[in-house]
């Protein structure tokens, strides 16, 4: 596997593992960690202003799902090899890098409620998510060997439950869990 270089707004250069990585550790641990605590945005009265927010919330809700695999895919990684940058595909076993991993649900459709529920989502390679559909006969039985059948009933019932979501709020969630995972609770640098 060859991983890029990419170059920081700081000058250094790093091994660029996801697109979603625009920093290098150093900078991009200190902006999460240096955070300024969010102010709430004021209410917006303006025509135009419900359409605006149709496409933020698709916006919010498709940055939410990405940083929403991002955890899930190191979740995994660190689950089944112990490292951040190889994991166990669910349903087929084999060993890919970060980077070829996806997250992929045992239940289709993507409905909001079952979205995000990392109870349903596991790492799994492109040729099981898409080349097979989502090799949901496999992550199925596999599920209900780990977590019995009515377990597997009850989620499968969430998929026609509506649910309302706060993505904005979603995306802060993921990246929180996420980093945590990348690097612990621990706001000291770790470099
Ligand atoms: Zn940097
Ligand atoms: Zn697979």
Known sequence: MTIKLK?????????????LQ????????KEY???KPKSKPLLKLKIGAKRRSNTDNKKNKKLAWKWFSQYIRLRDCLKTTKSKNFGRCYTCDRIKPFKELQAGHLISG?????LLDEEIVKVQCHRCNIELGGNYTEYTIRMINEKGIKWVQSKQDLKHISVKKNWKEEIEIWKDKYFILL?????KLPF
């Open 7 to 19: 170059k920081c707004k700081c000058g250094k250069e790093f091994k660029q593992y996801n697109s």
């Open 183 to 187: 690097y612990g609770k621990n706001k």
């Open 33 to 35: 960690y240096c955070r």
């Open 22 to 29: 625009n920093k290098c550790p150093n900078c991009q641990f």
């Open 110 to 114: 993507r409905t909001n409620a079952v």
